[in-house]
């Protein structure tokens, strides 16, 4: 993926005065030989310039990370550390910071008499500083370890890291205001200012204009032969494949131009009402195959949708989607093909679909078509250019971070599947499931008025995005998940039966 961000960790560890620096040293040698045992050597940087134990060696140590080109920073207590020095390290670095700490071992020198580092209380101290000072930091959940250890949560920190680095150089361009009588993703984009998110709103006129000027553009020939080749015996509208390679081009060509100093870009772009008459197609198959290169396009343009989206391919490093959280399973079809089959009820079961978004990989079987719904007061074939089909069955993370009407920033975050069940229906979708589902509909999205658009990951992620968004600042309450039975949400009536 061309759009996503590979990140070094640099390893900086420190020592307070009074323990030994040996204990410091030998542990981050330690960590870092566990971790380029067990994980790609070039995900790190072992800091070598000195072991910090001053403000003067959190400055050498800084310099030295900077020019050793890490984008992300692990500091790694190797015995209790230096409040104040270890503090500034992260308030000083520039990108995101990760703390860890070196558990006991009576095999060092000196036993736990001389060899006791006690990271375990430095941890504490540590925190207690950050929040002194107001600097974002990720603690693992348990933070003290092993080399080993260590090395995991170093992983872990991975994903995290470079999200948070990919937003504060991520650019969104959108085109086109919401459709009419389509509020539901309207929202302030004060927070995407907040999270260091740059956007460049565009009428969708610029776009229509820019789609004219690569009229005979000789890159559309190419472009067009990809898509045949992609669709294979699913290219049921071939008349319509060079509008979309021009279109397709337009916005590549676009990003380009308009990318400015940011490094990565998502598209919020406009669909209906007018797109189709206008450019005499529907660009759902367009945003689909820009999204499996990892250059998220969301619909009807929804910032906070393509923002999501945006996070979810840094995270998982794989294509998302946008879905719109539809319409419920019959009776019949889960009677027939889930019950007894699959352990959920069918309120935890629901459709996510949207016209042909989802690129071609996350699907079963693929075929271009026509818009349906707008093909029922428009002529058909200005509603060609959709890419049909049930989305292919596996494990998902349904997620979106969003701002409030009054430009409050919160979070979900729900873990599921999609089932191996046939759908008998249009446009590209599938049979979800997710535990608890019913409650987290009624006391997350509708309690806390989330629009219909959800952003789907391909994979469990949760513990991923979850950590991602308390790194952002959002506060723990803001951040949801489908509660299990027993954990009452505020809003719950505890006399439910």
């Known amino acids: 993926m061309n759009n996503v ?59 030295d990370v900077k020019k050793a080109g890490c ?74 370890g092993t080399a080993e250890e260590c090395a995991d949560m170093i992983k872990g920190f991975l994903p995290i890291a470079k999200t948070v680095y990919a937003l504060n150089n991520l650019k969104i361009i959108s085109f086109g205001p919401r459709p009419l009588n389509f509020l539901a993703c309207n929202a302030p984009i004060k927070q995407l200012y907040n999270l260091n998110v740059e956007i460049e709103e565009n009428s969708e006129l610029d776009l229509f204009e820019a789609f004219n000027n690569h009229a005979g553009d000789p890159r559309i020939a190419e472009v067009k032969a990809d898509m045949e080749k992609e669709l294979g015996a699913g290219n049921k509208k071939p008349e319509i494949l060079e509008k979309l390679a021009q279109y397709e081009l337009t916005l590549l060509d676009w990003i380009k131009d308009h990318k400015g100093y940011r490094k990565y870009v998502a598209i919020a772009g406009k669909c209906w009402p007018a797109f189709q008459t206008q450019f005499g197609f529907v ?38 989607t946008l879905l719109d959280i539809n319409n419920t399973v019959p009776t019949d079809i889960y009677d027939a093909d889930i019950k007894g089959k699959f352990d959920y009820d069918i309120k935890d079961t629901f459709m996510g679909f949207h016209c042909g ?10 075929e271009m078509k026509n818009q349906m719904i707008m093909a029922r007061s428009l002529p058909e074939e200005v509603t060609n250019g959709t890419l049909e089909g049930d989305i292919a069955p596996g494990e998902i993370t349904f997620f979106r971070l969003q701002s409030t009407s009054d430009a409050k920033i919160r979070a979900y975050v729900a873990e599921g599947e999609v089932l191996p069940v046939a759908t008998r229906s249009f446009g590209s979708i599938g049979i979800f499931a997710i535990h608890d589902m019913a409650r987290f509909y009624r006391h997350v999205l509708i ?25 952002l600042g959002l506060p723990y309450e803001e951040i949801d998940f489908n509660q299990p039975h027993g954990m009452l949400y505020p809003s719950e009536n505890p006399f439910n039966k």
């Not at 005065?17 to 566990?34: G, I, Q, T, W, Y």
């Not at 969301?298 to 996070?311: P, R």
């Not at 978004?357 to 693929?366: Q, R």
């Open 447 to 471: 309690e806390k008025n989330y629009p219909h658009h959800g952003a789907v990951a391909f994979g469990h992620f949760g513990k991923e995005l979850f950590e991602v968004f308390k790194y």
């Open 5 to 63: 961000p590979k990140i070094k960790v640099g390893i900086v560890a420190v020592s307070r005065d009074c323990f030994p620096e040996s204990l410091s040293v030998n542990r981050r040698k330690a960590l870092v030989d566990a971790y380029k045992a067990k994980y790609d050597p070039e995900d790190i940087y072992e800091c070598p310039v000195c072991i910090v134990e001053s403000e003067i060696h959190m400055v050498q140590a800084l310099e």
């Open 357 to 366: 978004n989802t690129c071609s990989t996350k699907l079963s079987s693929c």
């Open 283 to 320: 660009p759902c198959y367009v945003n689909s195959r820009l999204t499996k290169i990892g250059i998220p396009v969301s619909c009807e343009v929804d910032i906070y949708g393509a923002l999501s989206e945006f996070i979810g391919t840094v995270v998982s490093e794989d294509s998302v």
């Open 71 to 144: 984008e992300a920073l692990c500091v790694y207590l190797g015995n209790f550390g230096p409040e104040i020095s270890e503090t500034l390290l992260a308030k000083h670095f520039d990108g995101p910071v990760m703390f860890c700490a070196a558990a006991e071992e009576t095999s060092a020198d000196g036993g736990l008499v001389q060899g006791r580092g006690d990271a375990y209380c430095g941890m504490l101290n540590a925190s207690y500083n950050l929040k002194l000072r107001n600097i974002k930091a990720y603690i693992p959940e348990y933070p003290v």
